[in-house]
């Protein structure tokens, strides 16, 4: 029975009990909770581990570091995302992030005068290469396996072609961005926080994050139902390649200049691919979200700190990644199975 005071309204402390219980539920509904809980376990078991190896992991250099090597990954996670919603992927991101950071710091040449012509140069490239890689998909039907595995084998071949090593400079003012840290928080991780603010919005509250949803589920019934699925799919794709240019730059900052493999040596395309899946995003698409890809990108930081700290065999370092990833999509597959039944 409800209470109700002279005035005619519900008593406050029941309300308040009630909006309690549902915020709980909420959260623990949430498809990202699972990827957040087995973060908080495998950053237990890592602490363990590392103490009783003899090394430091709860320290403010080792957190930092962890979130430092988090940014590349995530903010190329988060852009990852859209794509992979959409049934889709992107794996030209690795060598269009090596683009983005010579293209960036050769344009820059150590001048802070041309900070801005740089970054304007390079988001000007991604959103062509956007392009090129949405319309190849959807005008000329060409799977996006294959059709971003050519971009990715031509934009190599300009690389190749153009640089053959480190090129470039950044400005003393722009390596800050790689580098200066308030207390334990790098300035890079407000950056990685904005993208993933802004994918977060556009995939919650806008049209367009409406239809990635409706496109991922089944592209046949979104066009049935009036969408115009290839306008979606190219967005997507300019969006995913913008996040790899950003990337890139963000690494130039870090290195000093622009350099041909870093984007291929870092992994970018099947490191963002792994952390979006272990996010809980499903390949297939129409299911997932950034937030949880953000728990996947925090995974693979605390494995990677691990393995280094334990000095493990880099070949054993992939064999545990694979089968956590492994596990990962089983376990999804395994809930997604059970929710239809």
């Given at each position: 029975?409800?209470?109700?005071?002279?005035?005619?309204?519900?008593a406050?402390?029941g309300?308040?009990a009630?909006t309690?219980?549902?915020?709980?539920?909420?959260?623990?509904?949430?498809?990202?909770?699972?990827?957040y809980?087995a973060?908080?376990?495998?950053?237990?078991i890592?602490w363990?581990v590392?103490?009783?190896?003899?090394?430091?992991?709860?320290?403010?250099?080792?957190?930092?570091?962890?979130?430092q090597?988090?940014?590349?990954l995530?903010?190329?996670?988060?852009?990852q995302?859209?794509?992979?919603?959409?049934?889709?992927?992107?794996?030209?991101?690795?060598?269009?992030?090596?683009?983005?950071?010579?293209l960036?710091?050769?344009?820059?040449?150590?001048?802070?005068?041309?900070?801005?012509?740089?970054?304007?140069?390079?988001?000007?490239a991604?959103?062509?290469?956007?392009?090129?890689?949405?319309?190849?998909?959807?005008?000329?039907?060409v799977?996006a396996?294959?059709?971003?595995?050519?971009?990715?084998?031509?934009?190599k071949?300009?690389?190749?072609n153009?640089?053959d090593?480190?090129?470039?400079?950044?400005?003393?003012?722009?390596?800050?961005?790689?580098?200066?840290?308030?207390?334990v928080l790098?300035?890079s991780?407000?950056?990685?926080?904005?993208?993933?603010?802004?994918?977060?919005?556009?995939l919650?509250?806008?049209?367009?994050?409406?239809?990635?949803?409706?496109?991922?589920?089944?592209?046949d019934?979104s066009?049935?139902?009036?969408l115009?699925?290839?306008?979606?799919?190219?967005?997507?794709?300019v969006?995913?390649?913008?996040a790899?240019?950003?990337?890139?730059?963000?690494?130039?900052?870090?290195?000093?200049?622009?350099?041909?493999?870093v984007?291929?040596?870092?992994?970018?395309d099947?490191?963002?691919?792994?952390?979006?899946?272990l996010?809980?995003?499903a390949?297939?698409?129409?299911?997932?979200g950034?937030?949880?890809?953000?728990?996947?990108?925090?995974?693979?930081?605390?494995?990677?700190?691990?393995?280094?700290?334990?000095?493990?065999?880099?070949?054993?370092?992939?064999?545990?990644?694979?089968?956590?990833?492994?596990?990962?999509?089983?376990?999804y597959?395994?809930?997604?199975?059970?929710?239809?039944?």
């Open positions: 029975m409800t209470v109700v005071d002279p005035s005619g309204t519900a406050e402390p309300r308040r009630r309690l219980a549902g915020w709980r539920v909420g959260v623990l509904a949430s498809p990202a909770a699972p990827v809980g973060l908080i376990g495998i950053f237990v890592a363990i590392v103490t009783i190896h003899g090394g430091t992991f709860l320290t403010v250099p080792n957190v930092v570091n962890m979130l090597r988090s940014v590349a995530g903010i190329m996670a988060a852009g995302t859209i794509v992979i919603m959409l049934g889709s992927l992107d794996l030209s991101v690795a060598q269009v992030i090596s683009l983005a950071s010579l960036g710091a050769t344009t820059m040449d150590g001048q802070d005068a041309n900070v801005l012509p740089a970054i304007m140069l390079v988001l000007g991604g959103v062509v290469i956007g392009l090129a890689n949405g319309l190849i998909i959807t005008k000329l039907r799977n396996f294959i059709a971003t595995l050519g971009t990715s084998l031509i934009i071949g300009l690389i190749d153009r640089w090593g480190p090129a470039g400079s950044v400005p003393k003012s722009f390596e800050d961005l790689g580098y200066t840290r308030f207390g790098p300035l991780i407000f950056l990685f926080a904005a993208v993933v603010l802004v994918i977060w919005f556009i919650r509250y806008t049209r367009f994050g409406y239809r990635i949803y409706a496109v991922g589920g089944s592209e019934v066009k049935l139902s009036g115009r699925t290839h306008r979606t799919i190219i967005a997507a794709h969006i995913c390649s913008l790899a240019v950003i990337t890139g730059l963000f690494l130039a900052s870090r290195l000093g200049a622009g350099t041909p493999t984007g291929p040596d870092g992994g970018y099947l490191e963002s691919i792994a952390a979006v899946v996010g809980g995003t390949l297939m698409g129409g299911r997932g950034v937030i949880g890809t953000v728990g996947g990108v925090f995974i693979l930081a605390v494995l990677d700190n691990t393995f280094n700290q334990l000095e493990l065999n880099a070949f054993l370092k992939d064999v545990v990644r694979g089968l956590i990833i492994i596990a990962a999509v089983a376990v597959a395994r809930r997604k199975l059970g929710e239809k039944d």
